[in-house]
């Protein structure tokens, strides 16, 4: 989610300097740019149902590092309303899957049903650091330092430890 952080508070100045209205740039966010959001957000619950929790970390980790370099297309291309909506599209789509996940594994760790609403208010808080205090230029690099905790807590067994939550149905 870090890499998304730097990203996500660069966009829009970045659009704008490229030469995008900023009416342009909030109708397609707000139009296609939601769709995608929605769309995405269903796609990572898809992801983190059908694989184990590190399986999908790893596929949401990847994709918002890859969603990231769609902006250095966009930067080739320059001023296109087409290539805007694909950016947007590529960006909110794969930011939501990346979300909807690392919500997932944040609601995993919280299991001591004593503490679990502190639990995770601080664990949302802290994953709001990277946006609120570290936002600069560096989006697809910042990502490695949590492909490298992945592999370390994938290691140490981490995710085995955390048990998949059972489907609870409930009679009308």
């Not at 994709?63 to 087409?82: H, K, P």
């Not at 694909?86 to 789509?93: A, D, G, L, S």
């Not at 997932?104 to 004593?114: E, G, K, Q, R």
């Not at 664990?123 to 600069?136: C, E, F, I, K, Q």
Request: proline share 3%.
């Amino acid at each position: 989610k870090l890499c998304d952080a730097f990203a996500g508070a660069m966009t829009a100045p970045f659009v704008i300097d490229l030469g995008f209205s900023r009416n342009d740039y909030a109708a397609i966010v707000k139009g296609v740019g939601l769709a995608a959001t929605l769309i995405g957000g269903f796609a990572g619950g898809a992801i983190a149902r059908v694989y184990p929790l590190a399986a999908s970390l790893w596929i949401g980790a990847f994709l918002q590092m890859a969603s990231n370099l769609i902006f250095t297309w966009q930067a080739f291309v320059g001023v296109n309303l087409w290539a805007l909506t694909v950016t947007i599209i590529v960006e909110n789509f794969t930011g939501a899957i990346g979300t909807v996940i690392f919500v997932a594994y944040l609601s995993a760790l919280c299991n001591n049903p004593l503490h679990t609403a502190t639990q995770y208010a601080l664990l949302t808080a802290l994953a709001a650091v990277g946006r609120t205090y570290l936002s600069a230029g560096v989006s697809a690099l910042t990502a490695l330092p949590s492909l490298v905790l992945l592999v370390w807590l994938q290691q140490r067994g981490h995710f085995a430890r955390l048990v998949k939550p059972t489907r609870i149905v409930m009679d009308d």
